[in-house]
Every structure is written in C-alpha cells, then in structure tokens.
C-alpha cells in the first residue's frame, strides 16, 4: 500500500477500507448488470417510461463503478474485474425477472437498500480513519440515490 504514506493515511486502514469498498464495487456491478438486463427486456404499458428510466440508471452506476475502483487504487489496493468475484461479494443477486417493470423498480429499491446501506459503513470507517476522499463520496452517493428511492418509490405508488 504504497499510496498510504502520500495520502496521509494508514496502511491498515487503506486496507480495511478498500477490502469494504471492493464489496461495495461488487454489489455496483451486479447492480449494474441487473439494471441493464431491465431496460434491454422491459415490456409492457411502460416501456416509455421505464427504457428511458432504467438507461439513465445504468449510466450513472457504471460511472460509479469507475470511480469506486479509482478510489481502489488510490489508496493502494486493486480492485477486483472478475464476475466471479463479484457473485462471491455480492449481497446483491442477479436478477432473472427482468420484463416486468414494478419487479424491476422493486429490485431496483432492494439494490438500492444494499449501497446505500454498505455506504453508510464506510462512512463509519472513513471518519474514524481520517479518510476525507472516500468519506466524501460515500456521501455524495447517499444524497443523490436517497432522491432516486423516492423517486423510485413514487412510481410504485408509495
């Protein structure tokens, strides 16, 4: 972990940190794979809504992904690329119901639940290691997708 020392931050920490940030890269990809699976098969009365919807979600998480495994290696570690992996890691399970547009929003809820959920435990974990980088889009991400659930919610009629 040669990036600890620049960056100000232990080596224990970069390593706790990234082993937690690589469970979270996992949980976004199959995220991201679920998602991308609703929108090529979505059907039905709103496919309008929900192709659209669901390209727009895509996007973002494989932009989040990208940044998650930067921060990876940023504080020294190397992120994981294997989908087997990231079946092992993930809380989030690959989706087969991929047609219907309530199940996919309500996947899309539930996989929401899980990041958020791992993001609020690295917040813990980089504020007490001082890490300021990740602690800062740990949170950046939880303001923004806590908009989407209720968006996301508002279509399911909750």
């Not at 992120?79 to 993930?90: R, W």
Request: charged share 25%.
């Amino acid at each position: 972990m040669k990036n600890a020392n620049i960056i100000g931050l232990s080596e224990t920490n970069c390593n706790k940190i990234s082993e937690k940030l690589n469970q979270l890269l996992a949980n976004y990809s199959v995220f991201y794979q679920n998602t991308r699976g609703a929108h090529w098969n979505i059907k039905g009365n709103d496919f309008f809504t929900l192709h659209p919807k669901f390209e727009e979600l895509y996007n973002n998480l494989v932009l989040k992904i990208d940044e998650i495994a930067e921060r990876i290696l940023t504080l020294g570690a190397t992120p994981h690329h294997n989908y087997s992996d990231y079946l092992t890691l993930s809380t989030i399970k690959e989706s087969k119901e991929v047609s219907d547009g309530s199940k996919c929003v309500e996947n899309i809820l539930a996989s929401f639940k899980i990041v958020i959920d791992l993001q609020r435990e690295l917040l813990d974990i980089t504020e007490e290691a001082g890490d300021e980088g990740t602690n800062s889009q740990m949170s950046d991400y939880i303001t923004e997708q806590e908009k989407e659930v209720w968006m996301y919610n508002s279509y399911l009629g909750k």
